[in-house]
C-alpha cells in the first residue's frame, strides 16, 4: 500500500467551482500533514498545514480524519490561478522526512 | 519574503563526473534538506541535515551522495559519480525547527535540474 495516496485526476473544472481533493495515508504514526502545490517543473510550495480541528485560508479549507486516515482540500470559487498539481504531504513522528503523494492535477478552465 | 534559493538551475554532465549542486536555505532555519523528482514522479527526501551532520537519510541516498554546509550560508549536495539515473530535479528545502510534535514545515527551492548523458 502506498505511503500516501492520492487521485492523480486531473480534475477539469470551470471558474468559480468547488473541487474537493482526498488524501489517504497509511501510518498511524503520522503526526503532521501538509497540502503543497506544484506548477509545472517548479518547486512544491506549502499551500497550508491541516490541524486536527481543521482549517480554513480564504478559499482553501482543509480537513484531516485521523480514524480514517484521510486528509481533504476543499477550494471555493476556482480560480484560472488554481491550475496545479497539488501534493498531500505528511511527516511521521520523529522523522524529519516529508513522505509526499503523487499529486492531484487541477485544471479550471474560463 | 525570505526564500531558499538553489544554483545552478540547470546542470548537464556525463556520466561518472561528479557534481556538485548548491542552496542557500533561509537564514534563521535550523533544518535542511535534499529531496529529488524524477520527471512524472513524485518527490522523494534524500537526507535531512542538523547540526552539521546528517539526521536522517533514506536508502536512495548510498555513499555516491554527500552533504555539506562548507560555511554559514551554503548547503550542497555532492554527486560522486553520476548515472544516468540520477537525471531529476532537486530540491533544497529548510526548516525553522524540528519541534517535535510541532509541525515541520518545509520550504523549498526552486530546484536544480540536474540531466545526465
Known amino acids: 500500500r502506498k505511503e500516501v495516496e492520492q487521485d492523480p485526476g486531473p480534475f477539469n473544472v470551470p471558474e468559480g467551482a468547488t473541487v474537493a481533493f482526498n488524501c489517504t495515508y497509511s501510518?498511524?504514526?503520522?503526526?503532521?500533514f501538509f497540502w503543497y502545490r506544484q506548477d509545472c517543473r517548479k518547486e512544491p510550495k506549502l499551500l497550508m498545514s491541516?490541524?486536527?480541528s481543521g482549517n480554513e485560508d480564504g478559499r482553501f479549507t482543509a480537513q484531516l480524519n485521523r480514524a480514517s486516515q484521510y486528509i481533504s482540500l476543499l477550494i471555493r470559487d476556482s480560480k484560472l490561478s488554481d491550475s496545479a498539481t497539488y501534493l498531500c504531504?505528511?511527516?511521521?513522528?520523529?522523522?524529519?522526512?516529508?513522505?509526499f503523494g503523487t499529486g492531484t492535477r487541477l485544471l479550471v478552465s474560463p | 519574503e525570505p526564500e531558499v534559493t538553489q544554483t545552478p538551475s540547470h546542470q548537464v554532465t556525463q556520466m561518472g563526473q561528479e557534481v556538485i549542486l548548491r542552496c542557500v536555505p533561509i537564514?534563521?532555519?535550523?533544518?535542511f534538506y535534499w529531496y529529488r523528482q524524477i520527471l512524472g514522479q513524485k518527490v522523494e527526501f534524500l537526507v535531512s541535515?542538523?547540526?552539521?551532520?546528517?539526521?536522517?537519510k533514506s536508502e536512495i541516498f548510498d555513499d555516491q551522495f554527500s552533504v555539506e554546509r562548507p560555511d554559514g550560508s551554503n548547503f550542497t549536495l555532492k554527486i560522486r559519480s553520476t548515472k544516468l539515473e540520477d537525471s531529476a530535479m532537486y530540491f533544497c528545502?529548510?526548516?525553522?525547527?524540528?519541534?517535535?510534535?510541532?509541525?515541520?514545515?518545509?520550504?523549498f527551492g526552486p530546484g536544480t535540474r540536474l540531466t545526465v548523458l
Open positions: 537564514s534563521n532555519h535550523l533544518y
Open positions: 501510518n498511524s504514526a503520522s503526526q503532521s
Open positions: 504531504v505528511v511527516n511521521m513522528a520523529g522523522f524529519q522526512k516529508l513522505v
Open positions: 541535515f542538523y547540526n552539521n551532520e546528517i539526521s536522517e
Open positions: 528545502a529548510s526548516s525553522e525547527a524540528y519541534r517535535g510534535e510541532s509541525y515541520n514545515e518545509q520550504f
Open positions: 491541516v490541524y486536527s
